[in-house]
């Protein structure tokens, strides 16, 4: 047969697969593979690394086998072929499908060992890191907020054997602490193991060297750079939208630190599947790690972070100085720190004392403390407060009565005084939608009924709206 009509066989595989797949599937796995020969039965497939191999023998063999099948007849036989080391002709591999992807993968690992790696670090001059020594983990302060986050980024740090979480992806809006996070990661990995080759940069920055290097063509040097890192930080990669050139670039850089179990850290202010301007391979690879969600900061982490940074610059501040302010600057981190830096200044430059009519004043120059927004945090803490009930125990299994009301009570007020949908409300407290349903019905049927139980909820609501 010849190619001409391979590529034809080939073009109806993927039309079969197309059908059968969602559309960043298929484009991300099957659409870069290329169908390079066909004769005595026997399909060789040219695809851009190992991984792709992977990824179809444990995940789309069973479809892809039929579809095999169907277009080249039962006694098709599937060989791979692809570069170990990418671009790089002389590392060509060839693997014969066999139904297991752990006899590839050692096969693979034999051959790579028995090419030179032009990337070893062993060889390879440390690097400066570019992390800020301020972004610790310790000077990070936790909450329910941002639990899940800490824990896998410590989890990263800590266990170098720890792929699970590779890459990870990071998100949320201006001022909840990712930059300060991701790099919490790079420092404690420094701090573990100082060999490794941590760096962080900005995409701002990637973006300039980039262009740079495109200027004095050296792309190739500043690929061959970015996969010599061990553990890359990239922030705010929502910068490259619409940067075809530089995707490309990351694109190859991404394959290869991956490839080769090299951690991936980014940070963005919306999830991979809001991103506009991204091309999908690069968006489908943002999503095979670990995507996690930063949310504005709950009202313990307020508390938190103007106790800690009040500390850090030497300064006393009252329970009620601190409660006035956590409750009123609710929407950034870096807004609390402002607050306390200009209550600082007022202390240091005016000799002011720092009691709750300076702090009203001061944060009345940044918010509006007329009004209290309502949001799921304020609901949660004042129901809590109201029931003197650790609010950490609303997020548990517990069935405790007064629990289990609490946790209704706060699904409830929560529907009815904001605009998040059921399922959003399930997701803080770790329930799905018709658990809060079901709580919401709960409560109306109590409010009917119970004398008692109207006239608390009434206080607290007055209190959320007061």
């Not at 851009?48 to 277009?71: K, N």
Request: proline share 3%; with cysteine.
């Amino acid at each position: 047969m010849n190619q001409e009509q391979n590529i034809l066989l080939w073009k109806k595989c993927l039309e079969i697969l197309r059908d059968n797949l969602e559309n960043e599937q298929f484009t991300a796995l099957f659409e870069p593979i290329v169908a390079v020969g066909f004769e005595d039965n026997k399909l060789t497939l040219k695809l851009p690394s190992q991984y792709y191999v992977q990824r179809i023998e444990e995940d789309y063999f069973g479809l892809f086998s039929a579809t095999l099948r169907r277009v080249y007849g039962n006694d098709v036989k599937l060989f791979y072929t692809y570069n170990i080391i990418e671009d790089t002709p002389g590392t060509s591999v060839t693997l014969e499908h066999d139904n297991s992807s752990s006899k590839i993968n050692s096969r693979v690992q034999r051959q790579m060992q028995q090419l030179p790696n032009p990337f070893d670090t062993e060889e390879l001059d440390d690097i400066d890191p570019q992390l800020n020594p301020r972004y610790t983990f310790e000077n990070y302060c936790g909450s329910m907020s941002n639990k899940l986050a800490v824990s896998v980024g410590k989890a990263i740090a800590e266990d170098p054997n720890c792929k699970t979480f590779n890459p990870m992806f990071v998100f949320g809006p201006t001022g909840v602490g990712k930059t300060h996070l991701i790099q919490a990661i790079g420092i404690k990995i420094k701090e573990l193991r100082p060999r490794t080759r941590v760096l962080y940069t900005t995409s701002r920055i990637f973006e300039l060297q980039y262009t740079t290097a495109v200027k004095k063509n050296k792309v190739n040097d500043f690929i061959s750079f970015y996969q010599s890192i061990d553990v890359l930080i990239l922030d705010d990669i929502q910068e490259l939208a619409g940067k075809q050139g530089t995707q490309n670039a990351f694109f190859h850089i991404f394959n290869h630190l991956h490839q080769n179990q090299k951690q991936l850290i980014m940070s963005s202010d919306c999830r991979p599947s809001d991103m506009d301007g991204m091309v999908p391979r690069l968006i489908s690879r943002f999503k095979w790690g670990m995507t996690v969600e930063l949310y504005k900061p709950d009202y313990e982490l307020r508390r938190g972070v103007l106790k800690m940074k009040a500390s850090q610059d030497g300064l006393e501040l009252g329970d009620d100085v601190i409660d006035f302010i956590a409750q009123n600057v609710t929407e950034s981190v870096r807004d609390l720190e402002g607050i306390v830096v200009a209550l600082l200044a007022h202390a240091t430059m005016l000799n002011q004392e720092i009691n709750l009519e300076l702090a009203k004043s001061v944060v009345g120059n940044t918010v509006n403390v007329n009004k209290k927004q309502m949001s799921f945090e304020l609901i949660a803490e004042t129901v809590t407060r109201f029931y003197n009930i650790d609010m950490d125990l609303l997020y548990g299994k517990s069935r405790k009565r007064e629990i289990s009301d609490a946790r209704q009570l706060v699904m409830y007020l929560t529907k009815k005084n904001t605009q998040m949908s059921s399922t959003n409300i399930g997701q803080k407290l770790y329930r799905d939608h018709a658990t809060v349903l079901h709580a919401c019905k709960q409560i109306e049927q109590r409010l009917s009924i119970e004398k008692k139980f109207k006239i608390e909820v009434e206080m607290i609501e007055n209190e959320i709206s007061n």
